[in-house]
Protein backbone atom coordinates (compact mmCIF):
# COMPACT_ATOMS: atom_id res chain seq x y z
CA UNK A 1 0.00 0.00 0.00
CA UNK A 2 1.04 3.52 -0.90
CA UNK A 3 0.44 6.44 1.85
CA UNK A 4 0.94 10.34 0.53
CA UNK A 5 1.59 12.39 3.71
CA UNK A 6 1.53 15.97 3.97
CA UNK A 7 2.87 18.80 6.47
CA UNK A 8 3.28 22.15 6.54
CA UNK A 9 -0.16 24.03 6.30
CA UNK A 10 -1.14 26.37 8.75
CA UNK A 11 -2.01 30.23 9.27
CA UNK A 12 0.21 33.02 7.58
CA UNK A 13 -1.22 36.72 6.74
CA UNK A 14 -1.12 38.44 3.73
CA UNK A 15 2.31 38.33 1.50
CA UNK A 16 3.49 35.75 4.09
CA UNK A 17 5.07 31.96 3.30
CA UNK A 18 4.84 28.72 3.98
CA UNK A 19 6.05 25.69 2.24
CA UNK A 20 4.34 22.34 2.03
CA UNK A 21 5.64 19.07 2.06
CA UNK A 22 4.55 15.92 1.00
CA UNK A 23 5.92 12.15 1.50
CA UNK A 24 5.04 8.69 -0.29
CA UNK A 25 5.86 6.04 1.56
CA UNK A 26 4.88 1.97 1.33
CA UNK A 27 5.86 -0.25 -1.73
CA UNK A 28 6.80 1.80 -4.35
CA UNK A 29 8.92 0.90 -7.22
CA UNK A 30 8.83 4.68 -8.52
CA UNK A 31 6.54 7.64 -9.24
CA UNK A 32 6.27 9.45 -12.67
CA UNK A 33 3.91 12.87 -11.61
CA UNK A 34 3.53 14.35 -8.49
CA UNK A 35 1.48 17.57 -7.91
CA UNK A 36 -0.48 19.89 -5.33
CA UNK A 37 -4.15 21.07 -6.10
CA UNK A 38 -6.77 23.21 -3.23
CA UNK A 39 -10.03 23.25 -2.48
CA UNK A 40 -11.71 25.95 -1.09
CA UNK A 41 -14.84 25.81 0.63
CA UNK A 42 -17.91 25.62 -1.21
CA UNK A 43 -15.46 25.24 -4.79
CA UNK A 44 -13.85 22.14 -6.83
CA UNK A 45 -10.73 20.75 -6.46
CA UNK A 46 -8.53 22.49 -8.61
CA UNK A 47 -5.01 22.02 -9.85
CA UNK A 48 -2.48 24.41 -8.57
CA UNK A 49 1.24 22.61 -10.01
CA UNK A 50 2.92 19.54 -11.22
CA UNK A 51 5.99 18.21 -11.97
CA UNK A 52 7.24 14.96 -13.70
CA UNK A 53 9.62 12.74 -12.67
CA UNK A 54 12.14 14.53 -14.94
CA UNK A 55 11.90 17.56 -13.24
CA UNK A 56 9.24 19.41 -16.02
CA UNK A 57 6.71 21.57 -13.70
CA UNK A 58 3.81 23.41 -14.88
CA UNK A 59 1.47 25.71 -13.08
CA UNK A 60 -2.21 27.18 -12.31
CA UNK A 61 -2.45 30.99 -14.01
CA UNK A 62 -3.36 31.74 -10.68
CA UNK A 63 -0.45 31.02 -8.80
CA UNK A 64 2.70 31.61 -11.86
CA UNK A 65 5.67 33.43 -10.29
CA UNK A 66 4.70 33.34 -6.75
CA UNK A 67 4.39 29.39 -5.81
CA UNK A 68 7.28 27.13 -6.93
CA UNK A 69 6.81 23.07 -6.75
CA UNK A 70 9.91 20.99 -6.64
CA UNK A 71 10.69 17.24 -5.80
CA UNK A 72 13.20 15.22 -3.81
CA UNK A 73 13.11 11.94 -6.05
CA UNK A 74 15.20 9.97 -3.93
CA UNK A 75 13.07 11.22 -0.26
CA UNK A 76 10.01 10.37 -2.83
CA UNK A 77 8.51 14.24 -1.64
CA UNK A 78 7.40 16.93 -3.40
CA UNK A 79 7.18 20.51 -2.26
CA UNK A 80 5.47 23.40 -2.67
CA UNK A 81 6.96 26.47 -1.49
CA UNK A 82 4.04 29.60 -1.52
CA UNK A 83 5.37 33.27 -1.33
CA UNK A 84 3.50 36.36 -1.74
CA UNK A 85 0.39 34.67 -0.08
CA UNK A 86 -3.25 35.83 -0.59
CA UNK A 87 -6.54 35.22 0.90
CA UNK A 88 -7.82 33.73 -1.85
CA UNK A 89 -5.10 31.09 -1.74
CA UNK A 90 -7.10 30.14 1.27
CA UNK A 91 -7.44 26.49 0.68
CA UNK A 92 -6.98 22.70 1.87
CA UNK A 93 -4.46 21.73 -0.25
CA UNK A 94 -4.02 18.18 -1.64
CA UNK A 95 -1.17 16.08 -2.70
CA UNK A 96 -1.48 14.09 -6.25
CA UNK A 97 0.93 11.55 -7.18
CA UNK A 98 1.13 9.35 -9.86
CA UNK A 99 2.69 5.70 -8.70
CA UNK A 100 4.39 2.05 -9.62
CA UNK A 101 3.96 0.01 -6.69
CA UNK A 102 6.54 -2.59 -6.48
CA UNK A 103 5.42 -5.44 -8.37
CA UNK A 104 2.81 -3.88 -10.51
CA UNK A 105 2.21 -3.79 -14.31
CA UNK A 106 0.34 -0.04 -13.87
CA UNK A 107 1.16 3.26 -12.24
CA UNK A 108 -2.24 4.32 -9.61
CA UNK A 109 -3.13 7.66 -8.61
CA UNK A 110 -2.93 8.26 -4.82
CA UNK A 111 -4.00 11.10 -2.78
CA UNK A 112 -2.78 12.47 0.56
CA UNK A 113 -5.00 13.79 3.23
CA UNK A 114 -5.03 17.27 2.82
CA UNK A 115 -3.79 20.46 5.11
CA UNK A 116 -5.40 23.61 5.28
CA UNK A 117 -3.26 26.76 4.57
CA UNK A 118 -5.27 29.78 5.86
CA UNK A 119 -3.94 33.21 4.56
CA UNK A 120 -5.64 36.34 6.65
CA UNK A 121 -4.73 39.24 8.76
Known amino acids: QVQLVESGGGLVQPGGSLRLSCAAS????????MGWYRQAPGKERGLVATITSGGSTYYADSVKGRFTISRDNPKNTVYLQMNSLRPEDTAVYYC???????????????WGQGTQVTVSS
Open 96 to 110: NAYVLPRFSVRDYEY
Open 26 to 33: GSIFSINA
